[in-house]
């Protein structure tokens, strides 16, 4: 088992309760769409994974390991292996490309030599090597979702967690998005998505789990957006 949810709820300090007695359990390698209106609760999942936000009940488990007991002090070490994509990029606005994938290596106390290797081969993965000194802003909004899923994947995390990485972008360019992770999820990445992209989640038949006011509603292999019923 990779990720385990067991009867998890969550309720934030002004009383709106986010997750209801949610279970549910992720192989490694998988690709999992999560979907549902805004509030559905698909953001608090890749929070509670993340260990951004802890479970009011229940047991947030990956490999193994409980989240809700995790000290703080090992929370760093969770993240290595863990990489997030944003929807709002997040993006360092006065570091070039470069600095801003090199950053997540800085921060969990990679080498210099290990980040002169391992930025450039990200960064050509992603097809971004030409710009690696340009700025956030001299770039376009797919482009800078190219450096966040770079700099999410550049310490070759086993998870990555995107919170509706495509919900800025046009048509095309989210297409452009989606073969990337779908590419790194074949290198063996487990990949958590959350999601509004009914054409998307409805042509690729992955694994879906639909989401409403907090609770599971829906798992299906190859599923769609809307229930298969």
């Not at 002090?73 to 944003?86: A, C, D, E, H, Q």
């Not at 997540?104 to 081969?121: C, W, Y």
Request: glycine content about 8%; hydrophobic content about 40%.
């Amino acid at each position: 088992m990779f990720i385990q949810l067991t009867n998890v709820s969550k309720t934030y300090p002004n009383g709106v309760r986010a997750l209801i007695d949610a279970s549910l359990r992720i192989n490694k390698g998988e690709f999992v769409f999560l979907v549902g209106a805004s509030g559905a609760g698909k953001s608090t999942i890749i929070k509670l994974l993340f260990r951004e936000e802890r479970a009011s009940r229940g047991q947030v488990m990956i490999n193994g390991k409980n989240l809700n007991r995790l000290r703080e002090g090992r929370v760093p070490y969770l993240r290595r292996n863990t990489g997030i994509i944003f929807q709002d990029f997040k993006l360092l606005p006065t570091k070039s490309v470069h600095d801003n994938v090199a950053f997540a290596l800085q921060v969990v106390g990679t080498s210099s030599r290990e980040i002169r290797e391992k930025v450039p081969a990200v960064l050509s993965l992603v097809g971004l090597e030409k710009k690696a000194e340009f700025l956030p802003t001299q770039l376009s909004g797919g482009e800078q979702q190219r450096v966040c899923i770079a700099r999410a994947v550049v310490n070759n995390p086993s998870l990555v967690l995107a919170d509706e990485p495509t919900g800025n972008l046009d048509p095309d360019t989210s297409w452009d998005i989606m073969n990337l992770l779908l590419d790194i999820n074949k290198r063996g990445t487990t990949i958590v998505m959350a999601s509004h992209a009914r054409d998307i989640v409805d042509s690729l038949r992955k694994r879906v789990v639909a989401m409403e006011r907090g609770r599971i509603l829906r798992d299906e292999e190859k599923g769609g957006y809307g229930s298969e019923s």
